[in-house]
T-cell receptor, first 111, second 112 residues
Framework: GENVEQHPSTLSVQEGDSAVIKCTYSDSASNYFPWYKQELGKRPQLIID?????GEKKDQRIAVTLNKTAKHFSLHITETQPEDSAVYFCAALRSTDKLIFGTGTRLQVFP | DAGVTQSPTHLIKTRGQQVTLRCSPK?????VSWYQQALGQGPQFIFQYYEEEERQRGNFPDRFSGHQFPNYSSELNVNALLLGDSALYLC???????????FGSGTRLTVV
């Protein structure tokens, strides 16, 4: 069935270091991969997304890479700041289908 | 331009009761999806509405039902509430054929 695995479940980094979160999806028909940031008690906020015809996308300190063959995609945050602390969710979408979310990664950035 | 709005923001219900949650999509969006997010977990898909019909459904019992109105707004109804239904219920809207999901702030439902 449809499934998105996400690792690690928790990640602690020092301010200024990089953070990498990895996801694996099962449905080879998935063609859109968004990443959401969710702060405590708030809604998920889209921070970056990538479509299946692109291998990498970057937006300032955030980048996402996609390996369609391996069905892996990753979120890279460079020069982390304390305000990056939140729960991050990856997701996969097939056409107009439903978003399937990963289990989340709690990122803590220590000053 | 208002984003996705949900009401109420918080709700406390007793086991066995029924609840209705409401969602107004972002302007220009015609598709509404509902998600349940239990504490510490990722959002789980409940169902999606398009053109006033349920287009697809996740693994939720028939106690969960919904509706979409001609103005694209939507309702989520849950009957015979269980303690396990306590969660944050998120509504997300998107435009036809595109991927731009926008989430509302959610309704936090507590069943006691």
């Amino acid at each position: 069935g449809e499934n998105v695995e996400q690792h690690p479940s928790t990640l602690s980094v020092q301010e200024g270091d990089s953070a990498v979160i990895k996801c694996t999806y099962s449905d080879s028909a998935s063609n859109y991969f968004p990443w959401y940031k969710q702060e405590l008690g708030k809604r998920p906020q889209l921070i970056i997304d990538i479509r299946s015809n692109v291998g990498e996308k970057k937006d300032q300190r955030i980048a996402v890479t996609l390996n369609k063959t391996a069905k892996h995609f990753s979120l890279h945050i460079t020069e982390t700041q304390p305000e990056d602390s939140a729960v991050y969710f990856c997701a996969a979408l097939r056409s107009t289908d439903k978003l399937i979310f990963g289990t989340g990664t709690r990122l803590q950035v220590f000053p | 331009d208002a984003g996705v709005t949900q009401s109420p923001t918080h709700l406390i219900k007793t086991r066995g009761q029924q609840v209705t949650l409401r969602c107004s999509p972002k302007s220009g969006h015609d598709t509404v999806s509902w998600y349940q997010q239990a504490l510490g977990q990722g959002p789980q898909f409940i169902f999606q509405y398009y053109e006033e019909e349920e287009r697809q459904r996740g693994n939720f019992p028939d106690r969960f039902s919904g509706h979409q109105f001609p103005n694209y707004s939507s309702e989520l109804n849950v009957n015979a509430l269980l303690l396990g239904d306590s969660a944050l219920y998120l509504c997300a809207s998107s435009p036809t054929g595109l991927r731009g999901y926008t989430f509302g702030s959610g309704t936090r439902l507590t069943v006691v």
